[in-house]
């Protein structure tokens, strides 16, 4: 047995959520103008009531709707699959699991939550929407979706992988999208840093503070944002919802489940659905695997922080490394954010996720042994998970383990970094002891 | 109901072989230096055993070897997707169902055979293959392959394509594949072309002569070809094979089967396994949908021609715009072929494949539809497939039909050329008169 396949009704009617079954529970969100539990009226500005009583609820299970469902279908139930090739090459006894969120239309977990997002926002006679993108997965995924529903959107891409990386931007444009490289003149932000840094290459931070300021101006336009929050995490539990059902098909049960960590949202879609199994007592070990050099989780501070330079987004409690931090320009561009999710935070702060920092060549050199055992290229972001999962398997030969990962997308955009990893042109970084210590300097103060 | 998926244990465990079905059947393939049918001996220096039993061979169905199937059940089998979305956008009562051969590990159908092949030769102690690519997309398919057996794989890239579209190259690389620009100075057919003109950008017909040349010349080395061959197309039939598995559990029959031609694989894999319902009597249409610039079936002679510039390959009898033809540079890479699979000729003289030659620009304009209503990219060599299942779709509003279309690969690497589209700077090409003409008139003589 190599893959395993759930067929369309089989796929999961609810998303898990995992916030009332954290021991400790949630901070709430803070208004970042009074530093004081933000108001329902001033977040309905960019988000759909929908959207924020998920964000703020303390059910378990909340059903998806069948439009969203509908959507799913294209691609999901997505596979679990049996590294056996992999295992092989490694000359161990584990057995190594992972779940292939990599084929997705745009090629990555991304539209779980941007299909759900985008209805949420449809239903409430919301016709556009902005967001940022970074090397462009998100903003891929919420082009795919709108146009799904017959929306528009426009992306705010930084400035940098808008000139460097045009396949996503036309990705985007495909799907009918508007893209713009920010920071841009299209907002009062955007205007305001290129007249202090008119060559910015610009930064995610950057253009959360563009489209969240479109969409606190426009009338017709909300906001969505692609990880970090809590309805985000929730959308993405049908990875590990489904992944629960197919590790029975298959007669076996996970000790280790291992995510990559940027925001946080694939890691928490494949492991809060099993956070009640570790509850009841499973012995399951939750590794979240971060890049070394933007390392919230084992070097960031448990704090309020904006999502974003310009401080517009609410404060969230969670690892970070400080709002105005600058990672490296390593090439897993969906692992350069200096925050975590809320949820992975809590779990973090509660023992249950054990945190670790990988670097990138090593995450390299196990996504091309993957690709050339398992036949999948993958992400550079997705590599961090498959490291970690060799770690594992390789840690005790005399008890071998069932490891789980998420591969949260495929690395076919990312080709030219294996280029740069095969010509030896890639390196690790140092820790950025200097910067982080800077950037947690400015966390807001909290009273 | 969207998507009908089988499991693993469902996947078809032979391949069907049209040869003996086809009304007044194959003529054989002739030596190019002595224009009598081949011997054996001299097609064992390029292809192994097996794989010839297969080129010749009459039996209708044919075991796929069980490790052939596991690498298969990295990927199939392959979804059959009910295009809902695209008939409400034409607003048709027509059902149009597709087969997405998408979702293999390098974005198309080509693995079904280049695994096939790899293992085959793996059987028979052949450590290497060469081969030859345009885009890209063959290549690949054979690294991946190979990559899975141990075995070692150089490919020939058309030097233009080498130049200009190398995230191709980068995943051959990936793979652990080995790539030159070709004409190249590793052959003599190389080093010749070279002299003479040496800013050539390069073609298929050149890379096949020296693939061909190299394979020839090394004892541990043989070749390997993507489409045209019989038994190319075999392995292709996997994909009609579970389509028909599909439709029944969809309870439904297509009255239309159309796939994009180029060398013919992809077509004949989802057509040929629905022939024997025809000649049972059953009202089925199939259709090639080529290129108006590159129309082999609508307005190439069918004769004995070779499959390469310097008349290396053995002379098949096909459908054929002459060896020497050299088609303009449309965006769909993989249909820039003189000459159609045999069966797929024979099929068409016979009357039971109807050809169709399609514009680019309507190709694309099928595709960006296809894109925004179903979500997935398509590669431009399946546009023309989609734009002839609109076609049908469209044709009688009386008479609804069931029709099935082969979506054999995805667009994210040809991400520039809907760019282009959508930008204004594609355009029709004439029908090239003259150079048909021309190159028609290079035909090999046969006594």
């Not at 139930?77 to 057995?95: C, H």
């Not at 009062?188 to 202090?196: E, T």
């Not at 925050?339 to 809590?346: D, K, L, Q, R």
Request: hydrophobic share 40%.
């Amino acid at each position: 047995m190599k893959k395993i396949v759930l067929r369309d009704d089989e796929m999961p009617k609810v998303w898990y959520n995992v916030a009332p079954d954290i021991p400790g529970g949630l901070l709430p969100p803070l208004d970042p103008q009074t530093l004081k539990p933000i108001s329902p009226e001033k977040l309905g500005a960019i988000f759909p009531q929908g959207l924020l009583e998920q964000e703020m609820s303390t059910e378990r299970f909340i059903p998806i709707p069948e439009e969203v469902q509908e959507i799913y279908r294209i691609w999901r139930p997505s596979p679990l699959v049996r590294a056996n090739k992999l295992e092989e090459a490694l000359g161990v006894k584990a057995k190594i699991y992972f779940k292939n969120e990599s084929v997705s239309p745009v090629g990555s977990h991304k539209p779980n939550s941007a299909v759900a997002q985008a209805w949420f926002n449809k239903r409430e006679g919301v016709k556009r929407l902005t967001t940022e993108t970074g090397a462009g997965q998100w903003g891929s995924a919420l082009c795919f979706a709108t146009s799904k529903f017959g929306m528009q959107c426009k992306v705010y891409m930084v400035r940098v992988s808008y000139d460097q990386k045009p396949y996503r931007k036309f990705m985007m444009q495909t799907y009918g999208g508007q893209v713009v490289a920010s920071p841009s003149m299209d907002t009062k932000v955007g205007r305001d840093i290129l007249a202090r840094t008119p060559d910015t290459p610009g930064s995610l931070g950057m253009a959360v503070s563009e489209a969240l300021e479109e969409a606190l101006d426009r009338e017709d336009t909300n906001y969505a944002l692609g990880s970090v929050l809590n309805h985000v995490a929730l959308h993405q539990t049908i990875i590990g919802l489904e992944a629960k059902k197919q590790m029975e098909l298959a007669g076996d049960f996970p000790d280790v489940i291992i995510g990559c960590c940027g925001g946080g949202s694939n890691f928490a879609g494949l492991a809060c659905p099993f956070v009640p199994d570790y509850l009841e007592g499973k012995k399951i070990r939750f590794l979240g695997c971060e890049p070394a050099s933007c390392p919230s989780l084992t070097n960031g501070k448990l704090a309020y922080d904006a999502g974003d330079v310009a401080m517009l987004t609410p404060l969230l409690y969670m690892y970070t490394l400080g709002h105005t931090f600058v990672p490296p320009g390593f090439h897993a561009g969906g692992l350069r954010y200096h925050g975590m999710a809320p949820v992975i935070s809590a779990l973090t702060r509660e023992g249950i996720v054990e945190p670790v920092a990988l670097q990138q060549l090593e995450c390299f050199e196990a996504g091309l042994l993957f690709a050339r055992t398992e036949g999948i290229i993958p992400a550079p972001e997705s590599t961090h998970a498959i490291r970690g999962a060799i770690i594992e398997a390789l840690r005790d030969p005399k008890e071998p383990k069932t490891i789980l990962f998420n591969l949260s997308g495929t690395g076919v955009i990312d080709l030219p970094s294996y280029d740069k990893y095969l010509q030896g042109e890639l390196q690790d970084y140092e820790y950025p002891q200097e910067d982080i210590a800077k950037s947690l300097a400015s966390l807001p103060k909290i009273p």
